[in-house]
């Protein structure tokens, strides 16, 4: 099993910054690929981003592309994303996902952190 907390999420302006963080624990060495998710009011889950833990190259969602940068500490466990030029629209609970070695979808899902843009 493997365990994901959330972190760093809050109220913010429109056009200000925040940067959440996704703490992995349990078997993370069996698991590839990371990605942030999020749900917004009414709306369904939609991905944001993802990243391997080695290697690869970053995948957005366009919407995100050019504002959000999601990065790793393999070393701690840890992912980020840096979320800049925020927009009302970005209001959601931003949710951290795994996924195992030679998955296909995602296996584990932290509990979220709630972001809201005020414009």
């Known amino acids: 099993q493997v365990q994901l907390v959330e972190s760093g999420g809050g109220l913010v302006q429109a056009g200000g910054s925040l940067k959440l963080s996704c703490t992995a624990s349990?078997?993370?060495?069996?698991?590839?690929?990371m990605g942030w998710f999020r749900q917004g009011p009414g709306k369904e889950r939609e991905f944001v981003a993802r990243?391997?833990?080695?290697?690869?190259?970053?995948y957005y969602a366009h919407s995100v592309q050019g504002r959000f940068t999601i990065s790793r500490d393999h070393a701690k466990n840890i992912i980020y994303l840096q979320m800049n030029g925020l927009k009302p629209e970005d209001t959601a609970v931003y949710y951290c996902?795994?996924?195992?070695?030679?998955?296909?979808?995602?296996?584990?899902w932290g509990q979220g952190t709630q972001v809201t843009v005020s414009s």
């Open positions: 349990g078997r993370t060495f069996n698991t590839n690929i």
């Open positions: 990243i391997k833990w080695i290697g690869g190259t970053p």
């Open positions: 996902a795994a996924m195992e070695n030679g998955g296909s979808s995602y296996n584990y």
